[in-house]
């Protein structure tokens, strides 16, 4: 199984997610693009906390400098990205991160969303819990069903707020996975526990 992780906007636990995922399944892990090196990157926050292998954690496609959308980083570092060049490996299983929310540009013309439809793989969309949230996810959900993209589920990350959590589930008739409560201590036995307490690995598989 290959999954995509992306998330309804930037800053949800998309990464933190996606390294307790991997980390369960045992997952190769690969970012495809990173924007912005100097606080650790996404890929050094998944070896970090997935308990992986460093071999299994995949180098990016491309690194840009600037923490700012991806289009816009690569300009300014002068780069053009060909997303004909970003293709997922063949590996099983595998744990794709996109960059922020579906809709952000990859390159001046094409979406992270446009990209995820190319590569027609599952995807799980994380998702706050805090207020905002049904409009941000139900709005993510009709972006990703235009372009037929298969939507494995949801996976909230904060504290329990049910009412958000069903309303999302109901109106946009997609699986509630589970949600990753914030946790006091942020490390690879905890980020597991939680994993293990909250999700059904059966249903990534």
């Known amino acids: 199984m290959r999954i995509v992780v992306s998330g ?9 997610f996606a390294a307790a995922l991997a980390g369960a399944l045992g997952a190769h892990y690969w970012k495809p693009v990173q924007a912005g090196l100097d606080a650790p990157t996404d890929s050094e926050t998944v070896e970090r906390l997935s308990g992986l292998e460093p071999g299994r954690i995949l180098a990016e496609r491309y690194r840009l400098a600037t923490p700012c959308s991806p289009h816009r980083a690569a300009a300014i570092d002068g780069i053009e990205i060909d997303p004909a ?18 809709l952000v540009p990859a390159t001046q013309e094409i979406l992270f969303a446009d990209l995820f439809a190319r590569w027609a793989l599952p ?13 941000h996810s139900l709005l993510s959900i009709e972006a990703l069903r235009a372009r037929r993209i298969a939507i494995l589920g949801i996976a909230f990350v904060g504290d329990a707020v049910e009412d958000s959590e069903a309303t999302i589930c109901r109106i946009g008739s997609v699986k509630r996975l589970g949600r990753l409560p914030i946790l006091a201590s942020l490390a690879p036995d905890s980020l597991a526990a939680a994993f293990r307490e909250n999700f059904r690995i059966e249903d990534f598989r």
């Open 8 to 16: 309804t906007d930037t800053d949800v636990g998309k990464t933190i």
């Open 85 to 102: 060049a970003i293709v997922p490996p063949d590996l099983d299983p595998l744990v794709i991160e996109g960059a922020g929310g579906l």
């Open 123 to 135: 995807l799980v969309l994380v998702a706050r819990t805090g207020l905002g949230t049904i409009n």
